[in-house]
């Protein structure tokens, strides 16, 4: 993925997963992010935008899927979702790597 990481990278990806399945949300989040990363990949050797996955940035590989409405902070699945992102995405800056797009 492309850095920084912007607070509507992070709010695209909990839209994305609050509009799965609880249980889905862990692969989709994973998803993204190797999709994201793919992306920027794509984008440094070729020059161009990734077919799927955009420009490297989270929300782009994120509006790739269906999004919920952005709900207000206060609401307890969102809030969920977003802690999940942030938890990848602590993951991912603490060791370095993404996992594959899938």
Do not use: N
């Not at 509009?19 to 161009?48: D, K």
């Not at 919920?68 to 991912?92: H, I, Q």
């Amino acid at each position: 993925m492309i850095r920084p990481v912007l607070p509507g990278d992070v709010s695209a990806v909990a839209r994305a997963l609050l509009a799965v399945p609880e249980s889905a949300r862990l692969a989709l989040c994973r998803r993204i992010f190797g999709g994201a990363a793919e992306a920027a990949v794509h984008c440094a050797m070729l020059g161009r935008l990734h077919p799927l996955w955009g420009d490297g940035s989270l929300s782009a590989a994120a509006r790739r899927y269906a999004l919920a409405d952005e709900p207000f902070l206060d609401d307890p699945a969102y809030l969920d979702c977003t802690r999940l992102v942030l938890r990848e995405l602590a993951s991912v800056l603490e060791t370095g790597r993404e996992g594959p797009a899938g």
